[in-house]
């Protein structure tokens, strides 16, 4: 048993404030388990999401080089590389911050922009087909980055909760109640040394 005190003097008025420390501590342990317990249950809910988004992501970025692939077959690398160059972007995205128990993180938000009209020879009617699937890829890994940002740091935050609930719990809150502890039986103690003191004067 952790039988540490921290260093106070054993009067009264470090008695009384102690106990109202003490208090304060058990208050504030049982806010953090109470948090450690709601970032528990949230952390599964995203764990439910990130292999959502996980298992979409894949199967987005498997059926985009699917089409690149036939578009490669076709059109050959040479014109795929020049069909690709000076294209404008497909996606859109914001990122704004959101928060969930005090813990900070994006929201991404992704949006598909209209496809611009390619007027070059030798492009395939697979191209077109490739830029939909891959611009679908891409919003697709943006929403998994979200998932996966939001349960990575979800999971840091309810380390750092339970380091300090273990903390209080198994140190701090021990301490304060060993001091406690020890400054009552000093006092007691001197209560009883000046009774018996008040005891042998009035026998005399």
């Given at each position: 048993?952790?039988?540490?005190?921290?260093?106070?003097?054993?009067?009264?008025?470090?008695?009384?404030?102690?106990?109202?420390?003490?208090?304060f501590?058990?208050?504030?342990?049982a806010?953090?388990e109470?948090?450690?317990?709601?970032?528990?249950?949230?952390?599964?809910?995203?764990?439910?999401?990130?292999?959502?988004?996980r298992?979409?992501?894949?199967?987005?970025?498997?059926?985009?080089?699917h089409?690149?692939?036939?578009?490669?077959?076709r059109?050959?690398?040479?014109?795929?590389?020049?069909?690709?160059?000076?294209?404008?972007?497909?996606?859109?995205?914001d990122?704004i911050?959101?928060?969930?128990?005090?813990v900070?993180?994006?929201?991404?938000?992704?949006?598909?922009?209209?496809?611009?009209?390619?007027?070059?020879?030798?492009?395939d009617?697979?191209?077109?087909?490739?830029?939909?699937?891959?611009?679908?890829?891409?919003?697709?890994?943006a929403?998994?980055?979200?998932?996966?940002?939001?349960l990575?740091?979800?999971?840091?935050?309810?380390?750092?909760?339970?380091?300090?609930?273990?903390a209080?719990?198994?140190?701090?809150?021990?301490k304060?109640?060993?001091?406690?502890?020890?400054?009552?039986?000093?006092l007691?103690?001197?209560?009883?040394?000046?009774?018996?003191?008040?005891?042998?004067?009035?026998?005399r």
């Amino acid at each position: 048993m952790n039988q540490q005190r921290i260093k106070a003097p054993p009067t009264k008025n470090t008695l009384l404030s102690l106990k109202k420390q003490v208090r304060f501590l058990q208050d504030g342990h049982a806010l953090l388990e109470r948090k450690r317990e709601l970032l528990t249950r949230l952390i599964y809910q995203h764990i439910d999401e990130y292999r959502a988004q996980r298992e979409l992501a894949r199967n987005a970025i498997k059926q985009a080089y699917h089409w690149m692939s036939i578009s490669y077959l076709r059109m050959g690398s040479r014109s795929l590389h020049q069909a690709g160059l000076g294209i404008k972007p497909s996606v859109e995205i914001d990122i704004i911050p959101k928060h969930s128990l005090g813990v900070e993180f994006p929201a991404i938000n992704a949006r598909e922009l209209p496809l611009q009209p390619m007027g070059l020879l030798g492009t395939d009617t697979s191209f077109d087909e490739t830029r939909k699937q891959l611009t679908a890829a891409a919003i697709q890994l943006a929403r998994l980055g979200e998932a996966e940002m939001a349960l990575g740091r979800l999971m840091a935050e309810q380390r750092k909760a339970r380091k300090r609930v273990n903390a209080l719990k198994y140190n701090i809150i021990p301490k304060y109640l060993n001091t406690i502890r020890y400054i009552e039986s000093v006092l007691e103690e001197e209560e009883r040394n000046v009774l018996f003191q008040i005891k042998l004067l009035r026998e005399r």
